[in-house]
């Protein structure tokens, strides 16, 4: 299918946004002076001018076939003159300068099986990673889960009564490509077996030296086999990170009997009233349990109801749980708080509870 | 590629029903002629019954005369799944913002229409365009059909990442600083850092407009630059007072959720003492139409976030409490900070060290030392609680000694 | 021992002017007869002029049978200060609460002005009755002065230190616990490990009776019992009505500074989450005649607290979240703990490694699987935020295995 | 001098608190209701039964001749049946029953030069060590600067004219006896240049292996010296511990040109509203200026002054830095923000400002 090079351009960078923008834009860019919300999922920004620009978000599922991508650009068209736009969380967005066109976009789009929403204070998208779909490290997949906990959430998709945003994220490996360590709820695969040596391949494929420096516990050892440089590990050392396999190939953690997922809350990036904030293990270990992940899916939809329930408006997640203390959403929560929640790494000391401020 | 067998998927089928749009219906969409999504489908569900993933670590593959842009795929199961033998992404800088036409969209799907799976992320989580999966003879066709397109690679491996941003001033009132022009400039300006890794790990910039920080970039890039002001909070009372009447708590959504604990309000005037305003965002945020950032606007430059492999997941912290971004961007002396910085990072970073990594490992104090900054109270949340402090000097005999 | 020199000391007189009660003037008190306060004077104006002291390092003395309890002392200008040549200090084991009579402390000025300086510390930091300097033959028969008077010597090296207390019920309307008679039951429960110093390192008492924390237990004892309660706040509405009335401001005063965020307060009625409360005491602090501790009373055990040498100061963290602490205290549960967590520490604990330390070194998680005690979300700020879990068992073709 | 030895008892412990209670606390133990303070110095314990205690409080060198001690049980005697206690920071507590005998006690206690107050939102006195009196590891005096720092602070003792209690301590060297680490206001003494090898000494007092265990940063090396084991120190790593001293006197570190004082600031203890927290470094180095040390008198002062100016009531030093943030305490202050103030030990990287909530 190789082509002829016509002319080989490299390093021209991407193409200029300023070819993208919708003319409401690139005259009033910089001059916004307020926005509403008129209803989930459409947001109206008002400029100094007067002009109204609506952008209609609709869920997406990241993952996209260039059927799909097509069928966008024929609503595009149909409705804003061509343009549109993704967000950060990877929802796409239309941008409409006639109010009237608002309702019709959205019922081709609910049409289209794709729900009008995520705004305010919602659940939006889930930002997730490759899973089984792409990637050679992952513990889980990233987009079933993604899917089954959306689908479980969808109302508060579609509306805006939460107590403030909620963001959740997933990654499918302890790499966390994305934003899990500073999520509301963090979906985040796990390995829970030691990496099983390959030893064949082993001497082949990975520097000996590497592997050995490549463990940040020290669990992994040279040792000889068959005649051949090979390593050991120390299992009881082993905390599961993949660093060793990043490096050598052929010592896979993967394994169906163990893998599966943790869940992590409280996190936040945004500066808004506190600072950002890691998240926190709340669940150490759910087994995968494909295709719709059931027990993932109805212990965040437990979660997200309690917080709904209890917190103040405005306070997210962690913020919520920093309010009331730990101890105390353990107790509403009903999970179970076990060995596994308390730090054992670098700055574990500082976790520790160090006053007497308790609730009872 | 003609699509000749048919697969069957229970399990993933489970994965169309429900209301959320389902990537199973993509993926079926793309099978249906093409042989590679096909393939995928039928390798997914096997991972899905068997609970484990079928792909083994990327080769090296790539472009010519580019080190990065392209991440490597093979199945383990080759055999069975012969058109996803190779499944290589290709990672497309995508344009500041994630503003596209209809027409520019299609432009990319008629590309990988001829040369992929049909399957694409919009976008990865870095902010690429993500063609998910081809073999590596079509790599070079891609690339040059994206190129006269107008689109070029975007990072992977030890380089310069794709620099993302929030919408900004395209649509944004809360924005400080222009972000979309910003990122676009940086990703011009560091093009051969981003196409050829040289440096001891990943460097990711993210741009955000104001501290809601809508791109993460505190915690997921090295250089994070977020919007903000250093003047006062525009207040237009009859607005506040408008939010009051129409069932606004003050006392209760506002002045007790200030984290800087410096609003008050009477009933009739909201009073904020700007000197000690945190700049969280959060009043503003609660009323719009009523509160705005302030006129002198700019930016806090801060250092340092990643995931945690594998010295635990790190804040950017600050390291310019604020600087005016304005054009001509190529004069701001930010830049030889940046270039500082990196000189350092590679002179005396380890692989696989993120500059944040190398931060904690070397001090701020000697970082700062290093880079010609001056340290700043600004930079710390709190000073040491430690007293083991390395004084650099000591007397002897009346004359002041440098150890 | 008559005064036969008189020293110069100009420095010294500088700090008997002003307001503050001068211990230049209680040195020379005591030096207008007593030749060891007279030399220390001397020796003293000379580290002044130098600006540095003149002691050595301490070598080991004692008294028949303890280990601990004296800190020797030796000036390094023997020649010169003949009369402080040793000037060792006995550490005095103090009543519960410091409460003396006129008479008993005039028991002690009698021992101490025949066989040493006539100086003391009322109180050392520890808690203890300093008597500040003597020879080593004085030491015996100020032991046995002492013991003949009711009073025995406190801890020092790697021993079970003098523990202390606030006044707590003696004085205190908040005292949620006796303090004082848990603290007398302890220092004789524990009077070998106090005696003979047979641990890594100190170990020290600490009892408060709220979480005022008036020992500052938290911050500075191995072992640190603070009262709290796990009821409602005690609350007279008239008297808080009162206090509204006579200036507080509770809103400010108290509403906005509940750390629990869970009082409410409408003019009339105050209104306490105490399912939100975290035992601060605050708001009865700062109205003590209209609120109370509850009426369930009992103790938070923390541990683990110390200076930095040398990893760091640490304050002590939450072992048992509630502890009734009733008599008969020799029935209380608590002394197995205890037991379990010397047994462990002496075990494995390095030399000079305190408790605390060595739970940050073996890990939280691990030091309760080995004393015993369940892991409960009490005994940390927050759970991990790093994804580095130790899990312990796997599973291995369909059987779960033991690491 | 030495005595002849009746019947030697050991291990009876320290005498029951109860012989020494008056009467009123006897009949009254555990039946507090509430006190007050009439007025500075003085706390008035109510009983349940209406019984009253009046506690007049005096401030004290804490380093106390007999002759002192005695005149203390005079006055007990003459105002208070003989019953006093000492207090947690060192200060002497006069138990009354009479009300009528607090002006004439106060009165005497001013003439014997020992003022009364320390009670409520007051500075008491100050936590402090031996120092010159009576320690080898004292890298500044204690008594001295203690009666200097009171002497400027003496109306605030007095009075409870301040935002909250203000606790300060002093330390002579890194070992921290006391509370220095978790003050309002810590003084605490420091070396800054390594120690000075004793080469002759060494091989004959120390033990080299334990000598270059002791140093945390492994700045101690073992040398041969004149044909005789001893060390090196790289004066780079060494950052002032004086670990090695305490396991090797041939290793001082005392030294008049570089020895002094650092300011810490904004510790606590009480769980009263904020947990504890330790204190944090506030002026680097002052050197020893003896007897007086009006550069750290000065600089405290400064310190007190600005908080009682700026603080809410009932803030703690603290709690108001905290709220204001570190930045505008440095720009209020005027003291210069240096290297020194950047934390490089364990738990530096959670030090670094890792959010954008900043004050201009
Ligand atoms: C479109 C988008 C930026 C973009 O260039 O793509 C965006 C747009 C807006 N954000 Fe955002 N935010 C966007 C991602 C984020 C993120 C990043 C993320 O989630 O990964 C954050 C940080 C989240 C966090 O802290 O974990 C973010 C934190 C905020 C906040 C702070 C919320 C808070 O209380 O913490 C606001 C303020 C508000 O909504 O009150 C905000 C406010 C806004 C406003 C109202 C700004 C404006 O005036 O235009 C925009 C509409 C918000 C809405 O959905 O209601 N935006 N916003 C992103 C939409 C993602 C999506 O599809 O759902
Ligand atoms: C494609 C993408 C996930 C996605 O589905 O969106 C991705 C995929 C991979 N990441 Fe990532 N990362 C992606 C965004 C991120 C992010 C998020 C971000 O950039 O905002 C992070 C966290 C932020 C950060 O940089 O720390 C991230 C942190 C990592 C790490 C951990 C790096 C670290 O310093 O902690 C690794 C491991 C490594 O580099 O060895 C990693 C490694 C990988 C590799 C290359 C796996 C590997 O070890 O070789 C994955 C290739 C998957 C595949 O087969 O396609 N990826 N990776 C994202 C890039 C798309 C894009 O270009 O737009
Ligand atoms: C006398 C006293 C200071 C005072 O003037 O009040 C004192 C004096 C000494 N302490 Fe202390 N410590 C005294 C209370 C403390 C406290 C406070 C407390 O107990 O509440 C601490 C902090 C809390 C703690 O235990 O961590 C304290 C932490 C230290 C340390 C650091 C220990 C650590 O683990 O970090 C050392 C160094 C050592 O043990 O090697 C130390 C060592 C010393 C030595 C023995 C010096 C040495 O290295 O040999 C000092 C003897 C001075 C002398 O010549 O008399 N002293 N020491 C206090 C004991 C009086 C008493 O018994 O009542
Ligand atoms: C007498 C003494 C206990 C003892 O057994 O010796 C004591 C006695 C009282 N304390 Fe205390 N505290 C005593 C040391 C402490 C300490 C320990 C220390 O300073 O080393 C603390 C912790 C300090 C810290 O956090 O750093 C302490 C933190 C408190 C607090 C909390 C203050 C706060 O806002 O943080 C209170 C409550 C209050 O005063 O509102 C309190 C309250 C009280 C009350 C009102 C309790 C009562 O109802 O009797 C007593 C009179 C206080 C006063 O002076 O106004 N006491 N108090 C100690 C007097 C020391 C002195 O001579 O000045
Ligand atoms: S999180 Fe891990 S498994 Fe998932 S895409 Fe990133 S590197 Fe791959
Ligand atoms: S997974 Fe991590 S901890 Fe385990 S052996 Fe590999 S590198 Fe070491
Ligand atoms: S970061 Fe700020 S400026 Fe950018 S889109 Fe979000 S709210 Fe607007
Ligand atoms: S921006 Fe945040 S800190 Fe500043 S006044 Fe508003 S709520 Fe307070
Ligand atoms: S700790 Fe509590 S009980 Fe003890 S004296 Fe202080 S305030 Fe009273
Ligand atoms: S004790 Fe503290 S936390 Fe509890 S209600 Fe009172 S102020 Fe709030
Ligand atoms: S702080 Fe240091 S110098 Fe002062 S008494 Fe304690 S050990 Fe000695
Ligand atoms: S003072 Fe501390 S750091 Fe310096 S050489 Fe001695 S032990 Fe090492």
């Not at chain 1, 351009?9 to 690139?26: A, Q, R, V």
């Amino acid at each position: 299918m190789a082509e002829e090079v016509l002319q080989r351009k490299t390093d021209i960078g991407p193409p200029h946004y300023s070819k993208f923008l919708p003319p409401i834009i690139k005259e009033n860019y910089g001059k916004w002076k307020y926005h509403e919300i008129p209803r989930p999922g459409v947001l109206m920004h008002v400029a100094d001018n007067g002009a109204k620009l609506y952008s209609v978000r609709a869920g997406s599922p990241r993952l996209l076939s260039t059927f799909k991508i097509r069928k966008y650009a024929e609503l595009a068209d149909k409705y804003c003159d061509g343009y549109l736009r993704f967000t950060s969380r990877h929802n796409v967005e239309f941008l409409l300068t006639k109010e009237e066109n608002i309702n019709p976009l959205i019922a081709d789009l609910n049409a289209l099986g794709h729900p009008v929403g995520g705004t305010g204070n919602s659940i939006t998208s889930i930002v997730h990673t490759q899973g089984w779909i792409h990637c050679h490290s992952a513990a889980t997949d990233a987009s079933g889960i993604v899917k089954a906990v959306m689908d479980d959430n969808i109302e508060y998709f579609k509306t805006m009564v939460l107590p403030g945003k909620l963001r959740i994220a997933l990654a499918c490996c302890l790499n966390m490509c994305g934003a899990v360590h500073c999520s509301d709820i963090a979906i985040l695969g796990i390995h829970r077996r030691p990496p099983k040596i390959n030893k064949v391949n082993l001497p082949k494929m990975c520097e000996i030296p590497n592997v050995v420096a490549s463990c940040p516990t020290a669990a992994i050892r040279p040792v000889v086999y068959d005649g051949k440089p090979s390593v050991e590990i120390l299992e009881d050392k082993c905390m599961f990170c993949a660093n060793c396999f990043t490096v050598c190939p052929a010592l896979p953690l993967a394994d169906p009997l163990n893998d599966g997922v943790s869940i992590w809350i409280g996190g936040k990036v945004s500066n808004a009233r506190h600072e950002p904030m890691f998240s926190k293990l709340a669940i150490p270990f759910i087994p995968n349990n494909p295709p719709r992940w059931p027990e993932v899916t109805g212990a965040i939809r437990k979660i997200v109801e309690l917080w709904a329930k209890n917190a103040h408006k405005h306070e997210r997640m962690g913020e919520w749980i920093e309010r009331i203390g730990w101890p105390k959403f353990f107790r509403m929560s009903g999970i179970e708080f076990q060995k596994e929640h308390i730090d054992d790494f670098k700055y574990a000391g500082l976790t520790y509870k160090r006053s007497a401020h308790l609730t009872y | 590629m003609a699509v000749d067998k048919k697969y069957d998927t229970p399990m993933l089928d489970e994965l169309e029903k429900g209301e959320w749009p389902s990537f199973v219906k993509e993926i079926k969409a793309a099978a249906e002629w093409n042989a590679m999504s096909n393939d995928l489908l039928g390798l997914l569900e096997q991972s899905y019954s068997e609970k484990m993933g079928h792909w083994k670590h990327g080769g090296i593959v790539g472009v010519m005369g580019y080190g990065g842009g392209i991440i490597g795929r093979y199945t383990d199961l080759p055999e069975k799944y012969p058109n996803i033998s190779h499944f290589h992404t290709l990672r497309i800088n995508m344009p500041s913002g994630w503003f596209y036409t209809s027409e520019a969209l299609r432009t990319l799907c008629d590309i990988w229409d001829a040369h992929g799976s049909g399957l694409t992320n919009m976008h990865g989580s870095t902010g690429d365009i993500i063609f998910l999966g081809t073999r590596t003879e079509e790599l070079e066709p891609v690339f040059n059909k994206l190129t006269a397109a107008g689109f070029d690679l975007g990072g992977s491996g030890s380089d310069v990442r794709t620099p993302s941003c929030c919408c900004g001033k395209a649509r944004c009132e809360w924005a400080c600083y222009d972000t979309m022009a910003l990122t676009h400039f940086i990703t011009n300006k560091f093009q051969d850092e981003l196409h050829r890794p040289a440096f001891p790990y990943k460097m990711k910039f993210k741009m955000s407009g104001c501290p809601n920080d809508c791109v993460a970039s505190v915690a997921r890039s090295d250089i994070s630059i977020i919007g903000t002001w250093r003047d006062e909070i525009q207040v237009d009372m009859q607005k506040v007072r408008e939010y009051a009447k129409n069932g606004t708590d003050i006392v209760k959504e506002i002045v007790m959720m200030c984290p800087g604990k410096c609003i008050e309000w009477d009933g009739k005037d909201l009073n904020i003492d700007n000197s000690s305003c945190l700049h969280c965002m959060h009043c503003i945020n609660v009323m719009p139409k009523a509160l705005a950032p302030g006129k002198d606007r700019g930016a806090v430059v801060l250092v340092g976030s990643k995931a945690p492999i594998v010295e635990g997941a790190l804040l950017s912290s600050v390291m310019i409490p604020f600087m005016k971004i304005e054009e001509p961007f190529d004069e701001m002396e930010f830049w030889k900070l940046i270039e500082n910085m990196w000189d350092l990072w590679c002179e005396e970073g380890k692989n696989r060290e993120r500059i944040g990594e190398f931060i904690q490992r070397v001090g701020m104090g000697n970082f700062l030392d290093s880079v010609g900054l001056e340290p700043i109270a600004e930079m710390v949340a709190h000073p040491r609680e430690n007293p083991y402090v390395f004084y650099e000097e000591y007397f002897e005999e009346g004359e002041e000694v440098e150890k």
